[in-house]
């Protein structure tokens, strides 16, 4: 209980109070502020308890790298839990929940029980432990104990969308470095975007105190800034970059932020000529005795919380430093009104300048001292502090600020495969080696100075674009030196020195990971879970590994690190979803009948088109519907909503040779008016689709696709159109969609389609088996194909789509006395299979050539090439022990689809087999029947075969595969 | 991510916009019946799969529907060439 808010100061809107619940505590907040500032200001303490040993937590620091304070929240546009406090702008009326600790992170009766067993649970304590009977026993507890928040279920109604977009330069990171960047590429005409993942441009310009230029650094800033947009650039803010791929394409996620909160989410998909990488660091901890206690935050945390926020960590600062910035934060705390700090720093002589200044501000100035122990169980209350010759002071204080070094924010480089290298100078890892047309500028690179900042950013731009500008200045007030590395406190007990605080990894836990060789930093990573928690390791890696490279006696630079992946911070699984979820998933296709489908009961399955599997008016269970109308089709009429067939239209004066290339039968014969059935394939043998063809007339042919692959042939045809015979005059039109098809089936179908008006003869000579006829039906222009998919005579009646549902419903109001009914898919196959006609996808597979299903007559006949005619006579297409379709009946029980033949002699398994089941029914004419592909299958008609299916054995015997009207009298009445 | 410029519509297309077709300049012989069983495999089959540059052809499905032929570097990603598909590619190829 230490934050509070100071009374001037900050980039807060002051005018525009805002309230918001934590733990339904009503609190006060101001526009400008993020959740943690607000909380920090309202003096919250323990803001959580820690993953493993529930020891109390509090904010960590300003933004993405804070490891402790991570919140469950609600905005006017939805629930999360496990958010990043500093990475939630604080709107009113938001309601904020610690997701750890039970029941409350003051009081956490699981705490009680860790402070007991956490010396057991050190690294590896699951793999140890609960090994024994098995996890799962243990599984539930743990869970509850550990996790951050749960969700509530709902689905919320943030907006997600993806943007994709190019660029020649993409800038990421709008603090000095990136400004300078973009300042120095005004007038070069490059298209360039700006990306920040704060709120506003500016970066650490927004909190420091710094000049550029005669004036203050966020009145350069905002210049620059809009002087940036006012040209046409891009400003991307709110928005993170989160990671970077092959040919420099990046993806970013882009918060929407409006005054409820977060609106929603847009990813962008980017790709950049040139890439300026100005991403900043973060501070490092230092790691001590009790490091973890409520009130230790980042010193560069400690000024951005004063500086953009106007919050104060606490009234008596303590700052634990072992570099130069450890100075600054004293001198801003100082200059903020609060008493000045006391600094703790490692090294013996610092610079001179920054001491005296210190000094003359107010702190006391320890050298050669370090922190060995904090008192305060739930905030700190005290550090001990050890000078160089042992002698030890308490220091009272209720804030602690901790200045190790600074590290770069090299992820997106390494991303890239840049290898970090580790740099003695500012003791962290940076990317020397960059991707090509990649440039780095500002504290990624180790900079440290503000003057030195600006002037990488403006180099790395003039290296795109020289527009000669000049390089912005700074006058170095204060340089910040080198950095006295100190990995770990020389005295304190390693048990509670805490170097992850998300997975509360200790400095013992490494030194233990070390004796049980564990010593390559990803095995160290995944043994101790060090960096691998939600912060991705922002603020322990460093000091991990180099606590291991000490306990291994190899530098650092010899640990190296471990892989960075994307993303660089969380990404919501509902953002990358985008609108593929729930009904965006995959778009529903609604036939043009469809509201009478549902009229009349139609139980809907997904076959690309909504399509009815059966009908309700028709039964009240399923398999008596589908009897209902199997029957209705063999003895009376049927209707079906065939609308989903493909129809492509081939037209232009070479037409027909175009199209006799890619069907497997011989169509130079085709007469005007006439069908023909056929199959195709791709150059290598294998049959992709099935269907008839309609000669319209000699320049223009109807194909008929499967459904499924409407499309697909219809690229196929433009593919070889295109890029094999560009020289052929023809046009392709795929037409699926503009035309309803409505297939009349049955004895009486001839009797329905005249009750229809037709303004053309039907009669049977008129208009015989695999003819086409165009003409007027009810009044609207249709196209007729007598075909027959279920051995009955059948019609398939075209009319445009607008026209398809009241052609249903007047087949279905005229063909009521005939005693039609409305046939769904189910019934559709099942009438198929009992006349063995091939169900594509079902009866055919990746591998069978039309051979393989008795079209070789049909090959053998056609003189010309088509597409898949040479492979057909290839050695393994010709080799005799081929797969090929036949029918089967059983022989002592019901054959099921997907049974394995087994070959030969074999009546159990496992065993070799030699085929299986494609399709299988029960026919209310022909009893159980099916299809299956059998190796050599065609020449064993009349054999039986045992079939596997579901852990039994039945038997079977290969036939010929129709088993309703072999005749084929039907087809021609 | 693949960023190529449609020869034929000259928009700039994204790779979910686009359709890849595999090798370029594959030759189907004229007379397939006169071609060899290793001729026509070869054909089928046979690709170069190259470490480095890369023909193939692309099609701006989202687009324009026209298919075109792309240099491009498979380690990188980087296209360094476009041309329609009437034109022979002067990046990569047989050596």
């Known amino acids: ?50 993953f493993k040993y529930h020891r109390p937590r509090g904010i960590y620091a300003a933004g993405v790298e804070d490891p402790n304070a991570m919140l469950a929240v609600r905005d006017a546009h939805g629930y999360e839990p496990g958010l990043r406090a500093g990475q939630v702008a604080l709107v009113d009326g938001l309601e904020a929940k610690s997701v750890t600790g039970w029941p409350s992170p003051d009081f956490d009766l699981v705490a009680s029980f860790t402070r007991f067993a956490a010396p057991f649970m050190t690294a590896g304590f699951y793999y140890k ?58 007038g070069s005409g490059r298209d360039v975007v700006l990306v920040d993942h704060a709120n506003a441009a500016g970066g650490a310009l927004r909190w420091e105190d710094a000049d550029v230029d005669g004036q203050s650094g966020m009145d350069w800033a905002d210049g620059v800034v809009s002087d940036f947009t006012a040209e046409g650039g891009t400003l991307l803010l709110n928005t993170f970059v989160t990671g970077a791929y092959e040919g420099n394409f990046f993806t970013m996620v882009e918060s929407l932020v409006d005054e409820g909160g977060l609106k929603g989410e847009r990813i962008w998909k980017l790709k ?39 919050v104060a960590a606490g009234q008596q600062l303590v700052i634990f430093t072992n570099n130069d910035s450890g100075y600054l934060t004293a001198l801003k705390v100082a200059r903020a009104g609060l008493s000045a700090p006391h600094i703790i720093d490692t090294r013996q002589a610092p610079s001179e300048a920054h001491v005296e200044a210190a000094r003359a501000a107010g702190s006391r100035v320890h050298l050669g001292a370090h922190v060995s122990n904090v008192t305060g169980g739930k905030h700190v209350k005290a550090v001990a502090v050890s000078g160089e010759s042992g002698q030890q002071v308490s220091l009272p204080c209720d ?82 030196g080198g950095v006295a590395a ?29 004796r049980e060789n564990y010593v390559s930093v990803e095995h160290l990573k995944r043994y101790t879970t060090l960096g691998m928690g939600t912060d991705q390791g922002r603020t322990s890696n460093i000091n991990g590994l180099a606590i291991m490279a000490d306990a291994t006696g190899r530098d650092i630079g010899v640990v190296g690190t471990t892989t960075f992946r994307p993303p660089y911070t969380a990404t919501r699984m509902g953002a990358i979803a985008h609108h593929r979820q729930m009904d965006g998933y995959a778009p529903r296709r609604l036939m043009p009948a469809h509201q009478d489908h549902v009229a009349h009961g139609a139980k809907f399955e997904d076959f690309g088109w909504q399509r009815p599997d059966w009908y309700g008016c028709n039964g009240t269970d399923r398999e ?8 209705a089709v063999r003895g009376a009429v049927g209707v079906f909503d065939a609308s989903p067939l493909g129809k492509i239209e081939v037209a232009g004066p070479d037409a027909r040779a175009f199209i006799n290339k890619f069907y497997v039968s011989n169509l130079t014969t085709l007469k005007t008016g006439r069908v023909r059935y056929s199959v195709m394939c791709h150059d290598d043998g294998i049959i992709f689709d099935d269907g008839v063809v309609a000669c319209i007339d000699d320049n223009l042919f109807l194909a008929g696709p499967t459904s499924g692959n409407a499309e697909s042939v219809a690229a196929w045809f433009e593919r070889w159109r295109q890029t094999e015979w560009p020289d052929m005059q023809v046009a392709i039109a795929p037409v699926t969609s503009n035309w309803a098809a409505i297939a009349l089936a049955g004895p009486k179908a001839r009797d329905l389609l005249a009750k229809l008006s037709p303004d053309f003869d039907i009669s049977k000579d008129a208009f015989p088996h695999m003819h086409y006829r165009e003409g007027n039906i009810a009044g609207v222009p249709a196209r007729v194909a007598r075909v027959s998919f279920t051995g009955e005579l059948q019609y398939e009646v075209s009319v445009p789509a607008r026209y398809g549902q009241a052609l249903m419903q007047a087949a279905m109001r005229e063909g009521d006395a005939m005693g039609a009914k409305r046939i769904g898919m189910e019934a559709w196959l099942r009438l198929r299979l009992e006349k063995g006609y091939l169900h594509l996808g079902s009866d055919t597979n990746g591998r069978t050539t039309p051979l393989d299903i008795g079209m070789g007559g049909v090959v053998a006949k056609k003189q010309a090439d088509f597409l898949g005619k040479r492979a057909l006579s290839l050695p393994y297409n010709a080799s005799g022990r081929r797969e090929e379709l036949v029918g089967l009946k059983p022989i002592d029980a019901p054959i099921q689809i997907g049974g394995r033949i087994l070959a030969d002699g074999y009546d159990s398994v496992p065993c070799p087999t030699i085929g299986n089941v494609t399709s299988a029914c029960d026919s209310p004419d022909a009893g159980n029947i099916a299809m299956a592909l059998i190796e050599r299958g065609a020449s064993r008609i009349g054999e039986r075969v045992n079939i596997y299916a579901e852990g039994s054995i039945s038997e079977a015997k290969i036939c010929v595969p129709v088993f309703v009207d072999p005749k084929n009298e039907r087809l021609h009445v | 991510m693949i960023v190529i410029t449609c020869p034929y519509c000259q928009e700039i297309r994204h790779e979910e916009e686009l359709t890849y077709g595999g090798e370029a300049e594959i030759i189907r012989p004229l007379e397939p019946e006169k071609a060899s069983d290793d001729e026509w495999t070869e054909y089928l089959y046979f690709r170069t799969n190259p470490k480095g540059v890369h023909q193939e052809q692309w099609c701006c499905s989202g687009g324009c529907g026209q298919w075109f032929k792309v240099a491009r570097d498979t380690v990188s990603h980087e296209v360094l060439e476009v041309t329609t598909f009437n034109m022979k590619l002067k990046t990569g190829g047989p050596a």
């Not at chain 1, 104990?145 to 993409?170: I, K, S, W």
């Open chain 1, 129 to 186: 432990t609960l090994k024994w009977p098995n996890w799962s026993w243990y599984e539930e507890a743990i869970r509850k104990a550990a996790g951050f928040g749960l969700p509530d279920g709902a689905v919320d109604g943030r907006l997600r969308e993806y943007r994709h977009a190019t660029c020649d330069v993409l800038v990421i990171g709008a603090g000095p470095a990136g400004l300078a960047a973009v300042r120095a590429l005004k």
């Open chain 1, 1 to 50: 209980m230490s934050g509070f808010r100071l009374e001037n100061g900050g980039r807060i809107d002051r005018s525009h109070p805002f309230r918001f619940t934590y733990n339904g505590r009503s609190l006060s907040g101001f526009a400008g502020d993020t959740l943690a500032s607000a909380l920090l200001a309202n003096g919250s303490g323990i803001i959580g308890r820690s």
């Open chain 1, 399 to 480: 804030a602690i600020a901790l200045a190790g070094g600074s590290t770069p924010v090299v992820h997106l480089a390494a991303h890239r495969g840049s290898k970090p290298v580790y740099d003695e100078a500012s003791a962290s890892f940076v990317c020397p080696t960059l991707p090509r047309r990649w440039y780095s500028a500002g504290a990624v690179t180790g900079a440290r100075n503000l003057a030195e900042v600006l002037a990488q950013g403006h180099e790395a731009a003039q290296t795109i674009a020289n527009t000669g500008a000049d390089v912005p200045q700074s006058e170095v007030m204060l340089g910040m």
């Open chain 1, 624 to 631: 008596a519907a589908i009897k209902v109308e199997m029957k």
């Open chain 1, 272 to 310: 950049a000529e040139h890439v300026i990488l100005a991403t900043g660091s973060v501070d490092r901890p230092l790691v001590y005795q009790n490091n973890d206690r409520p009130g230790t935050l980042l010193s560069s945390s400690v000024r951005q919380f004063i500086g953009e926020y106007g």
């Open chain 1, 486 to 514: 100190m990995w770990q406190a020389p005295t304190g007990n390693p048990k509670n020195m805490f170097v992850d605080l998300q997975n509360d990894v200790k400095a013992s836990d490494i030194k233990l990971a070390a």
